[in-house]
Structure formats: structure tokens, C-alpha cells
């Protein structure tokens, strides 16, 4: 309820600096030549795989309103975030007016975590979510020191501006935090049944292979443990909706260009989001995976620009 309260701001998160990403992709992805349109809707036949690796490769999925092999939209988004990395926290600030600070907030308070309570934070990046974890035990317990915090992500110049933060954050040396490389969509070091709470903010979409990376963060979690995902959402309410579809097709990626010079990333960023399915249909795949939900499964923020969903292993 707070975040829709307190702002009417719109969208932040994975955004890009200066990149060769459109170089990078020339190779393997022809992009389609129409840009989107302002209403978020990808132009006629931008979906058709254009190159001949596509077409080999019967197994597509969309980068942005492209459609890629599978086998390269890995390579691609980790393009995208090794760039952006060394601005990532601060144009997050710029891309949503400080707004992602306070749905991660949220976030946080609506895990309340306990005093022992063992998070694994995919997809985590520069450590935003769990470092506001950690803040979150030690004023409510006076310590953090018997929480612990694992941060996975795929790309690791993410992870060691997350790893430089805690160092300045005073948890450098600490046992309880954790930075490290892995694959939301096989988490091969995590054991079975062993975190209390799973939380991926502003990563799912970026994923391949949305269904397994839900799958495995059921496999991580022990029974009563809860999964949570901070992600994009539909904005349902046209006049907001609108105003939403014009900052987001105009203004972001005109930022992108501007700040770091980068329109193509800032663009992938827009068009990632509308190619995320809606809260409904994305709560169905949580519900499908086998989390017990409450109510309907996820709190809009924001008019739903941003969605917690959560579930729990029962
Ligand atoms: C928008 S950032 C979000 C970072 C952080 N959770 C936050 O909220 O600030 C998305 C992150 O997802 C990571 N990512 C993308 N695909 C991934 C995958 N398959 N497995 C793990 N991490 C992935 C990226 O490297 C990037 O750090």
C-alpha cells in the first residue's frame, strides 16, 4: 500500500551505460527495423526470427520485442548488465526519481525477516535487496550477525560492485554475506531444502527460462519458506497506464541516451517489461510451481508498475 501512496513516479532497475550491445547483436540478431510503439506494443513482425541462426535454432525466446535463440539470450542479457554495472545503483536512482528504494523497502518489510533468517538473493546484482535485509535485522535485533545473506547472479561485474559495497557497508569481512556467480535457472551449489526466504528482484525477467528459475527456488527453499519477486508489472488504469507508456517509450530511453549514452540498453530495459507476462498469469506459474499463495497472490506498487509476488512452500 505505501509505495501506491507515496508515488506516482515511474519505472527504474536494469538500465544501460555505454555498450556495444547493438554490435554484439548484429551478429546473431537482426533487430527489427520498426522501433516500438508508444503503446508499449511491438511493431508488426518483430517477433520473427530474421537471421539464419534463428531459424536453425527452433527454440526462440524474446530479447526486448526481438526474437532471438534461445541459446543467445544469456549472452545478450549478461551484455547488457556487465555494461551497466558500474552506474547500475545510481541510474537506478535517475531512471525512477529514488522509487525502487522505496518498493525494496517494502519488500523487505514485508519478509520481516527474523533474527536468524537465512536469505538467498538471486539475480541480486550490486546486493541492493540484501543489504536492506541485513539493515533490517540489525535495527530490529541489534545485530545482523546471526542472519545470513547469499547473493547469486549470473554476471560478475555485478556482483563485485555488490562485493565493493559491502566491504564499504562494513560487511567485507563478514561469514554471513555471500557474493557469488550462478544461474538463477540451476542452482547447482544451493542445496536442496535449505534457505528460509527467496527473494529475485528486477531478474526474473531478464531469465530465459522463467518456469525452471521458479522451480528451483521451490527446490532451495525449506518447507515454510517464502519466495518473494519484486518485478515490473501491468499497469491496468488507462490514464496511468498512458502517462506510464509515454515515460517509458519516450523518456527512458532519451535518458539512456543522454546520461550514458546508450539508447539501444535503455530500450532493451522498456521493451523487457512488456514482454513480461502480467501479474495474473505470472502468479498462475508460482501457483503452478507448487507455492501455496495468499490471496491473489501479489501486491501491486505503484498502480502496478512494480508487483511483490510471493508464495510460500507448504
Ligand atoms: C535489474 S538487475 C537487479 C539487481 C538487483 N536484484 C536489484 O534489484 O537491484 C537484474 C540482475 O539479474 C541478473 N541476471 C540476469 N539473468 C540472470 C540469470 N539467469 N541468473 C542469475 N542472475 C541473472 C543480472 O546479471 C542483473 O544483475
Known amino acids: 500500500m505505501l509505495p501506491r501512496l507515496l508515488s506516482r513516479a515511474a519505472p527504474t532497475t536494469a538500465r544501460a551505460t555505454p555498450c556495444n550491445i547493438r554490435s554484439f547483436t548484429a551478429a546473431a540478431v537482426a533487430r527489427s527495423a520498426q522501433q516500438p510503439t508508444a503503446s508499449g506494443q511491438a511493431p508488426a513482425g518483430s517477433q520473427t526470427p530474421v537471421d539464419g541462426t534463428a531459424a536453425e535454432d527452433s527454440k526462440t525466446t524474446h530479447f526486448g520485442f526481438r526474437t532471438v535463440p534461445e541459446s543467445i539470450k544469456e549472452s545478450l542479457v549478461s551484455q547488457v548488465f556487465g555494461n551497466v554495472a558500474k552506474n547500475y545503483d545510481l541510474m537506478n536512482d535517475v531512471m525512477s526519481g529514488g522509487v525502487h528504494r522505496l518498493w525494496k523497502d517494502h519488500l523487505i518489510r514485508t519478509i520481516a525477516p527474523g533474527r536468524d533468517t537465512s536469505l538467498l538473493d538471486v539475480a541480486g546484482g550490486t546486493g541492493d535487496i ?3 535485509f541485513l539493515e533490517n535485522v540489525r535495527e530490529t535485533y541489534g545485530t545482523s550477525a546471526g542472519a545470513s545473506v547469499r547473493v547469486v547472479d549470473i554476471n560478475p561485474a555485478m556482483l563485485e560492485v555488490g562485493r565493493e559495497r559491502a566491504k564499504a557497508l562494513g560487511y567485507g569481512g563478514a561469514s554471513n554475506v555471500t557474493f557469488e556467480e550462478g544461474n538463477a535457472e540451476s542452482l547447482s551449489a544451493v542445496p536442496d531444502a535449505s534457505v528460509d526466504v527467496y527473494t529475485i528482484a528486477f531478474g526474473i525477467r531478464n531469465c530465459t527460462h522463467v518456469d525452471a528459475v521458479i522451480r528451483e527456488a521451490y527446490r532451495v527453499l525449506k518447507p515454510g519458506g517464502r519466495f518473494l519477486c519484486l518485478e515490473f508489472g501491468s499497469v491496468e488504469n488507462p490514464v496511468i497506464k498512458s502517462i506510464y507508456e ?29 514482454k ?30 512494480a508487483a511483490i509476488h510471493s508464495g510460500f512452500k507448504l
Open 130 to 132: 540484501s543489504f536492506r
Open 246 to 274: 509515454t515515460y517509458s517509450f519516450n523518456v527512458i530511453p532519451a535518458l539512456g541516451e543522454f546520461v550514458a549514452n546508450d539508447r539501444a540498453s535503455y530500450l532493451y530495459l522498456v521493451e523487457s517489461i512488456r
Open 276 to 305: 513480461f507476462p502480467p501479474q495474473p498469469e505470472f502468479a498462475k506459474m508460482i501457483r503452478d510451481a507448487g507455492f501455496t499463495q495468499i490471496g491473489k497472490g501479489w501486491e501491486d506498487l505503484t498502480f502496478g508498475v
